[in-house]
């Protein structure tokens, strides 16, 4: 019977040690990730073949492997970018994914590319995650990404999807 009480005291101090370890351990975590977009945007000439472009998007995220952090959010950004003569180098925008369990996280965004008349076009960019709430609270990273912009059904609205991956980290 002491055996066995030392052995179970014995089991739960490397138990703890360890467990203890394991768990402060941050996880790095790498997926890949496809958005579906829609956005509507209020557009400010500038001159010949110069636009300002302002805009807000509003979309749903899915992980390929059909798991993650952002499998199933949703995600909401606010952007602009000045466009000349079809070529944009300055996008920025600001999000929020808001994920299935109800946690946040919170993201910058810079883009690059083309559009064409009609609003088709593509482009390349870099998501940096600065933050979020509950268990995505330090979140630290960044995602590259695709994003191909295609004939809308819609007049009057954007449609577009991206496609990247993300590489995060979690406290």
Do not use: C
Request: proline share 2%; net charge positive.
């Amino acid at each position: 019977m002491r055996k066995s009480i030392l052995l179970l005291v014995l089991s739960l101090v490397l138990l703890l040690t360890f467990g203890i370890n394991v768990y402060g351990q941050s996880k790095d975590v790498s997926g890949t990730t496809t958005t579906t977009w829609y956005s509507t945007a209020k557009i400010l000439p500038l001159g010949e073949g110069t636009v300002f472009l302002t805009y807000e998007g509003i979309g749903t995220t899915v992980m390929d492997d059909d798991a993650g952090l952002f499998h199933n959010a949703t995600v909401r950004t606010l952007g602009a970018m000045k466009i000349e003569k079809g070529v944009y180098n300055d996008e920025r925008g600001w999000g929020v994914f808001n994920l299935q369990n109800g946690d946040k996280v919170f993201f910058t965004f810079k883009f690059a590319g083309q559009v064409k008349p009609g609003g088709i076009g593509s482009g390349k960019g870099t998501v940096t995650f600065t933050g979020g709430t509950g268990k995505a609270a330090g979140i630290q990273g960044s995602a590259e990404l695709t994003r191909t912009m295609v004939r809308s059904a819609l007049e009057g609205v954007g449609q577009a999807y991206t496609k990247g991956t993300a590489r995060y980290t979690l406290p």
